[in-house]
């Protein structure tokens, strides 16, 4: 413990100090200034933790540590499945195998599946308005009559179906194959001109 004396009386018109140290006795304790905000505080946490948010995806009311912990586990697994953890990483690989053994349509599929649906749709719309035809015309006729000329009608329905998916067809292949083609003949017309220029250079050279 450190003492201080006020004023040297061995030495006049002087100012000084003494200064002795008593190593047996303890420190006196110092005390830490208190927080006066800290009720405050806590009555904030509580009533933070208290208050309800619904779930942007099912709406399901959860309180706020829920909420956090729900994003917390989200970006710690999105962080798990970046840096390649095989634990949570797994269920995600699973999916992405799933995914890939499924047959999943290519454009030109998706093409060629929209044209059979509009031809179905158009045969049904044809032979429904001939049977319709057909009914009303010939009212009383025979049973054998009648499904030669259903046989008729299903001939043809098959040729104008056959007529129609192949102008499609034809529409398709023009659209996809006239970039490569236009292509091919652009390499083809610049090699033949560039032969004949340098041709006709040379001829020039020698003249």
């Not at 959860?62 to 499945?81: I, K, Y």
């Not at 634990?87 to 992405?96: E, H, M, P, W």
């Not at 001939?155 to 194959?177: G, P």
Request: one cysteine or more; a negative charge.
């Amino acid at each position: 413990m450190v003492r201080e004396t006020n004023i040297n009386p061995t030495k006049k018109g002087t100012f000084g100090t003494s200064i002795s140290f008593d190593l047996d006795e303890s420190p006196a304790p110092q005390r830490r200034a208190t927080r006066k905000n800290s009720k405050a505080e806590k009555s904030n946490t509580i009533e933070n933790n208290s208050s309800k948010i619904n779930c942007p995806g099912c709406g399901y009311e959860l309180n706020e540590n829920e909420w956090l912990d729900a994003l917390v586990g989200f970006v710690s697994g999105a962080h798990d499945f970046e840096i390649g953890n095989p634990v949570r990483a797994r269920i995600v690989q699973t999916l992405k195998n799933e995914a890939s053994r499924m047959k999943t349509p290519s454009p030109r599929e998706e093409w060629e599946l929209a044209v059979v649906k509009r031809l179905m749709s158009e045969i049904e719309r044809i032979v429904q308005a001939e049977i319709n035809r057909n009914q009303n015309e010939n009212q009383g006729h025979s049973p054998v009559l009648e499904e030669k000329e259903r046989e008729e009608l299903i001939r043809a329905t098959e040729a104008h179906v056959r007529q129609t998916m192949a102008y499609e067809i034809q529409e398709q292949l023009i659209i996809e194959l006239q970039p490569q083609i236009e292509a091919q003949l652009r390499a083809q017309i610049e090699q033949e001109m560039w032969a004949q220029f340098e041709q006709e250079w040379k001829n020039r050279l020698n003249n």
